[in-house]
């Protein structure tokens, strides 16, 4: 096809006329500035593609705010942790390392990375603050910058280093919070769960990026020349890896568990699908070939793309559920280009194009099906990472461009509905300015010429200097693919479950075939009735759960879990009053830090230990200095540090709530333990100052 005489560095000229929303309490002088410092054009046979390349730098030049650093989107003038490590992972890395690196540093406070928005007054029930990492090493590898390499090595080391002793589940050894991106609470957790609950769940997409900071703290150490932390993260990598691929795997389904939730260790996988972890699972090479291929082509998607999570939740409005998020979409894309999937890399540059055609912009999001951006609850025009994910299908799947810590790799995954000739020029890498031209389609490349001359390998070494051409032409080859394109569908609703006498007992649920009910997180039974018979009776917990089933298989989460036991003891602390109005334990960083408990067990064995507590600092879907006051406590036993003990925020002002924390298992001897509640280093949430919490009692209880 001949070339369009279209160039992106003519039309970038053109915007600087646009009203610049960015700055507008400013001046237009940064937008001006950010567009002239993209000194690269793009050229294309497809008129198509240089409109989207086009509209995508003119949004990133907007996105710039006046100190460097990129906003979030139009709606979001704000530097938020995981949109701009995703965004930075996904291509803007690649395009402006000086950005990356000045937005990753506004995410950083006392030498530890920020972990912003999430339920619950934020870390540790929200822990993917670990994607930084993803940005921070984009952003060595594009610039060799020796200076930025020791300094984020020393804060994503010291972030990791509390995240082990904080969020690290012992008996799996998982990561325990909430789901990477998805952080608001109703949106992808059953009804009934609370703060403490999600803190307690071990979610795909947070434990895959663990997974991946372990392996770059690896890489990083090895750069350093730090041999003893290479390999202490390495091996945590390696079993990190294994867990993942125990216990999230779906072998029925083809790929892994949305999330494991339940009381304590009592905890069973949600079937859903989950759209980002997944496809970091293939990226980051947590499942193997076979299994990345498999993933690919058994999760659900849609025509309009993968949505968050499959099947949607009912009765909850449309933004996370129910929705498309273009730069999840993107990530889809990459994963899809990976495992040579044609069909998924078609289905997500159609996604992705159609709605910038649809809306004019990058948008946050929009709702499955019906494709509205109006319909989902909360929407931005140039969505930073919205516009990063259509970068990337320039940059890492036309271009095919894959950083190395020593060079820059080209590996272009080209449709045949993509055919054409594409050229990138003056695109800076480390000190180096190149002209890359790519012609033609298929999975792989024919020809790799430097400055005319054909080399044996597609890649160039970061030691590179000066202005050089590249001329890629491409093998014009494509193995058959699938992918699971599906009809949208709602899972059915939870069972509201309630226990009378013997029996418990749930109203019907619509579209249910049949009922599961489980016990302490074990399939006790199933039915198609609408009770079932349990014994209230013995001295250890029994939890009951009821989970609806529809004729297709697809499950609905657990009801509330109903609990009997026999004795449990509740434990007051050393002095604290048996009754009266304000019978609790005011604990602060400077108030009652240390809390003794003393108790005496009858037997010998497994226990369960969780604190009712009150936490009124904050909303728990609270943002900025509203949503970062989690309480967090170390739990010593007879001396030896345990666990942590997690605090939710439970409402703003709101002290007379209260409820309980996840539950801390422990392996107690007969006879007397003290218990030692206490704030330690280990501890500091993201608030820094305010660590507060009304501790009314401990209550220990047998397991089985």
Same mark, same amino acid.
């Given at each position: 096809?001949?070339?369009?005489?279209?160039?992106?560095?003519?039309?970038?000229?053109?915007?600087?006329?646009?009203?610049?929303?960015?700055?507008?309490?400013?001046?237009? #002088?940064?937008?001006?500035?950010?567009?002239?410092?993209?000194?690269?054009?793009?050229?294309?046979?497809?008129?198509?593609?240089?409109?989207?390349?086009?509209?995508?730098?003119?949004?990133?030049?907007?996105?710039?705010?006046?100190?460097?650093?990129?906003?979030?989107?139009?709606?979001?003038?704000?530097?938020?942790?995981?949109?701009?490590?995703?965004?930075?992972?996904?291509?803007?890395?690649?395009?402006?390392?000086?950005?990356?690196?000045?937005?990753?540093?506004?995410?950083?406070?006392?030498?530890?990375?920020?972990?912003?928005?999430?339920?619950?007054?934020?870390?540790?029930?929200?822990?993917?603050?670990?994607?930084?990492?993803?940005?921070?090493?984009?952003?060595?590898?594009?610039?060799?910058?020796?200076?930025?390499?020791?300094?984020? +090595?020393?804060?994503?080391?010291?972030? $990791?280093?509390?995240? =082990?002793?904080?969020?690290?589940?012992?008996?799996?050894?998982?990561?325990?919070?909430?789901?990477?991106?998805?952080?608001?609470?109703?949106?992808?957790?059953?009804?009934?769960?609370?703060?403490?609950?999600?803190?307690?769940? =071990?979610?795909?997409?947070?434990?895959?990026?663990?997974?991946?900071?372990?392996?770059?703290?690896?890489?990083?150490?090895?750069?350093?020349?730090?041999?003893?932390?290479?390999?202490?993260?390495?091996?945590?990598?390696?079993? =990190?890896?294994?867990?993942?691929?125990?216990?999230?795997?779906?072998?029925?389904?083809?790929?892994?568990?949305?999330?494991?939730?339940?009381?304590?260790?009592?905890?069973?996988?949600?079937?859903?699908?989950?759209?980002?972890?997944?496809?970091?699972?293939?990226?980051?090479?947590?499942?193997?070939? #076979?299994?990345?291929?498999?993933? @690919?082509?058994? $999760?659900?998607?849609?025509?309009?793309?993968?949505?968050?999570?499959?099947?949607?939740?009912?009765? @909850?409005?449309?933004?996370?559920?129910?929705?498309?998020?273009?730069?999840?979409?993107?990530?889809?894309?990459?994963?899809?280009?990976?495992?040579?999937?044609?069909?998924?890399?078609?289905?997500? &540059?159609?996604?992705?194009?159609?709605?910038?055609?649809?809306?004019?912009?990058?948008?946050?999001?929009?709702?499955?099906?019906?494709?509205?951006?109006?319909?989902?609850?909360?929407?931005?025009?140039?969505?930073?990472?919205?516009?990063?994910?259509?970068?990337? &299908?320039?940059?890492?799947?036309?271009?095919?461009?894959?950083?190395? /810590?020593?060079?820059?790799?080209?590996?272009?995954? &080209?449709?045949?509905?993509? *055919?054409?000739?594409?050229?990138?020029?003056?695109?800076?890498?480390?000190?180096?300015?190149?002209?890359? /031209?790519?012609?033609?389609?298929?999975?792989?490349?024919?020809?790799?010429?430097?400055?005319?001359? *054909?080399?044996?390998?597609?890649?160039?070494?970061?030691?590179?200097?000066?202005?050089?051409?590249?001329?890629?032409?491409?093998? /014009?080859?494509?193995?058959? #693919?699938?992918?699971?394109?599906?009809?949208?569908?709602?899972?059915?609703?939870?069972?509201?479950?309630?226990?009378?006498?013997?029996?418990?007992?749930?109203?019907?649920?619509?579209?249910?075939?049949?009922?599961?009910?489980?016990?302490?997180?074990?399939?006790?039974?199933?039915?198609?009735?609408?009770?079932?018979?349990?014994?209230?009776?013995?001295?250890?917990?029994?939890? +009951?759960?009821?989970?609806?089933?529809?004729?297709?298989?697809?499950?609905?989460?657990?009801?509330?879990? @109903?609990?009997?036991?026999?004795? #449990?003891?509740?434990?007051?602390?050393?002095?604290?009053?048996?009754?009266?109005?304000?019978?609790?334990?005011?604990?602060?960083?400077?108030?009652?830090?240390? &809390?003794?408990?003393?108790?005496?067990?009858?037997?010998?064995?497994? +226990?369960?230990?969780?604190?009712?507590?009150?936490?009124?600092?904050?909303?728990?879907?609270?943002?900025?200095?509203?949503?970062?006051?989690?309480?967090?406590?170390?739990?010593?036993?007879?001396?030896?540090?345990?666990?942590? =003990?997690?605090?939710?925020?439970?409402?703003?002002?709101?002290?007379?709530?209260?409820?309980?924390?996840?539950?801390?298992?422990?392996?107690?001897?007969?006879?007397?333990?003290?218990?030692?509640?206490?704030?330690?280093?280990?501890?500091?949430? $993201?608030?820094?100052?305010?660590?507060?919490?009304? @501790?009314?009692?401990?209550?220990?209880?047998?397991?089985?």
């Amino acid at each position: 096809m001949p070339i369009s005489a279209v160039s992106v560095s003519i039309l970038i000229a053109l915007l600087f006329a646009l009203p610049n929303a960015a700055c507008a309490h400013n001046t237009d #002088s940064c937008a001006r500035a950010a567009l002239a410092k993209m000194r690269f054009g793009f050229r294309s046979s497809s008129e198509r593609s240089v409109k989207q390349f086009t509209l995508s730098n003119q949004e990133l030049a907007l996105n710039k705010r006046p100190d460097g650093a990129w906003m979030a989107g139009e709606k979001w003038p704000g530097v938020w942790t995981r949109d701009i490590s995703y965004s930075s992972e996904l291509s803007l890395g690649l395009i402006d390392p000086d950005a990356t690196k000045k937005s990753l540093m506004a995410k950083v406070k006392n030498g530890k990375i920020i972990q912003d928005v999430g339920t619950g007054g934020s870390w540790p029930v929200s822990t993917d603050r670990m994607t930084w990492s993803l940005g921070a090493w984009e952003a060595y590898k594009a610039t060799g910058d020796r200076k930025w390499l020791e300094d984020s +090595y020393k804060i994503l080391k010291k972030s $990791m280093d509390v995240d =082990l002793q904080t969020i690290f589940d012992k008996k799996t050894g998982l990561v325990r919070g909430e789901q990477s991106f998805l952080d608001w609470r109703e949106q992808s957790y059953p009804p009934h769960v609370e703060s403490a609950d999600i803190y307690n769940s =071990l979610s795909l997409g947070t434990n895959a990026v663990h997974y991946r900071a372990l392996k770059i703290l690896e890489e990083m150490a090895e750069t350093l020349g730090d041999r003893a932390a290479a390999g202490k993260y390495g091996e945590l990598a390696a079993k =990190l890896k294994n867990a993942i691929n125990k216990h999230f795997w779906n072998e029925e389904k083809g790929y892994y568990s949305q999330y494991l939730y339940g009381y304590g260790d009592l905890r069973t996988a949600s079937d859903k699908s989950e759209s980002l972890g997944e496809t970091l699972t293939v990226l980051f090479g947590i499942a193997d070939e #076979s299994r990345a291929k498999t993933i @690919i082509e058994r $999760m659900p998607v849609l025509a309009e793309g993968p949505s968050s999570f499959y099947p949607q939740n009912p009765g @909850i409005p449309s933004y996370h559920n129910n929705g498309v998020w273009p730069f999840v979409v993107g990530y889809y894309l990459r994963a899809g280009a990976k495992v040579k999937n044609e069909k998924a890399v078609n289905l997500a &540059i159609d996604s992705i194009w159609n709605a910038v055609d649809r809306y004019g912009t990058n948008k946050e999001n929009f709702e499955a099906v019906t494709l509205s951006a109006a319909k989902t609850v909360v929407n931005s025009d140039r969505q930073l990472w919205s516009v990063a994910a259509n970068k990337a &299908i320039f940059y890492r799947i036309f271009f095919g461009m894959d950083l190395e /810590k020593d060079a820059l790799k080209f590996n272009p995954f &080209i449709p045949k509905k993509h *055919e054409g000739v594409h050229q990138l020029q003056g695109f800076k890498y480390a000190n180096s300015l190149l002209d890359i /031209k790519v012609s033609g389609w298929g999975d792989g490349i024919q020809s790799f010429k430097l400055d005319g001359k *054909e080399l044996a390998s597609a890649e160039l070494p970061s030691n590179l200097t000066g202005n050089h051409s590249v001329e890629i032409v491409m093998n /014009k080859k494509m193995a058959p #693919s699938k992918i699971n394109q599906v009809e949208n569908r709602f899972a059915p609703a939870a069972p509201a479950a309630k226990l009378e006498a013997n029996r418990i007992v749930w109203p019907k649920v619509d579209s249910a075939e049949k009922y599961q009910i489980f016990r302490n997180g074990k399939l006790l039974g199933s039915t198609d009735e609408l009770s079932y018979p349990v014994s209230a009776s013995g001295d250890s917990l029994n939890l +009951y759960e009821v989970r609806a089933v529809d004729r297709e298989g697809w499950q609905s989460f657990f009801s509330k879990p @109903i609990r009997t036991e026999g004795d #449990s003891k509740i434990l007051l602390a050393e002095g604290q009053a048996h009754t009266g109005r304000n019978n609790f334990v005011l604990t602060t960083k400077g108030d009652h830090p240390e &809390i003794s408990y003393n108790v005496t067990t009858e037997k010998a064995g497994e +226990y369960y230990l969780d604190a009712r507590y009150s936490n009124g600092e904050g909303r728990i879907e609270g943002w900025g200095e509203d949503g970062n006051k989690c309480a967090i406590r170390s739990v010593f036993v007879d001396g030896k540090r345990v666990d942590a =003990l997690v605090m939710p925020q439970r409402g703003l002002k709101d002290w007379k709530d209260a409820g309980y924390t996840s539950p801390i298992r422990l392996t107690l001897n007969r006879g007397k333990h003290k218990i030692v509640v206490k704030y330690t280093e280990l501890d500091e949430n $993201m608030n820094g100052e305010r660590n507060k919490a009304l @501790i009314h009692h401990l209550r220990l209880t047998r397991s089985e």
